[in-house]
């Protein structure tokens, strides 16, 4: 399917009806700009066809030393008691509505090179990066995806048995948007349709020295 087709299905597949859309130039490729971080999720499952090709595009992300430091813990809603173990890591304000998600993954990354047992400083980094192929890929399906960071990370090592070697990067909720009235949380309604924002691109892009204006 051509990407456009997929993200106007995307768009049109469930009761969603409003426009996130990023302010960006218009040069900017579309997958991006039409990427937002839902909380309303439908029951529609995902298919284990499109959970294999977004965590395919995660496995060919670029990492230092191609260690590919990521590793994924996938709980699927029709897994039961261990998705509600999965689910019970997050902490309250993000299980109120992650609960509606068909899969929940927990992202971890390796915290030493395989070959040196050397520290690997860009481990959660490059871990960030497979999570932004999962994201785009999931936009590409239609699907939507949202980061989390407020879990138990020390709960998550025992009750998944996550090594000790291993860092823990992002929760993530993947499904297929719903109404943002399904939220019973007015605040987590109101952030569904609220336009999204950004920091200009002048206090984030420098020239070769820290704070130097950047002319383009
Ligand atoms: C690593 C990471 C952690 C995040 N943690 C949370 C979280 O715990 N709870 C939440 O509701 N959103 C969380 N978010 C979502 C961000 O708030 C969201 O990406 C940001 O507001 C930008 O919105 P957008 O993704 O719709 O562009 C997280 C996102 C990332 C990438």
Redesign the pocket.
Known sequence: MAITEAIRLSTTASSVDFD?S?DTLPSVHELIRT?????SFSDRPVSDQDLRTVLEAARWAASSNNEQPWRFLIARKSDGEAYGKMLSLL?P??QE?ARTAPVLIIMAAKKNFSHTGVPNAYALHDT?AA?ANLFLQANALGLSA??????DRERAHEVLGIPADYDL???VALGYRDSPDKLTNERHQKAETAR?QRKPLNEIAFGPFWNQPLSL
């Open positions: 996130k990023a990427r937002w971080s839902p909380r902490v304000s993000n509505w960030g999570l949202h980061g989390m960071a407020g879990f990067g992002a929760a999204r």
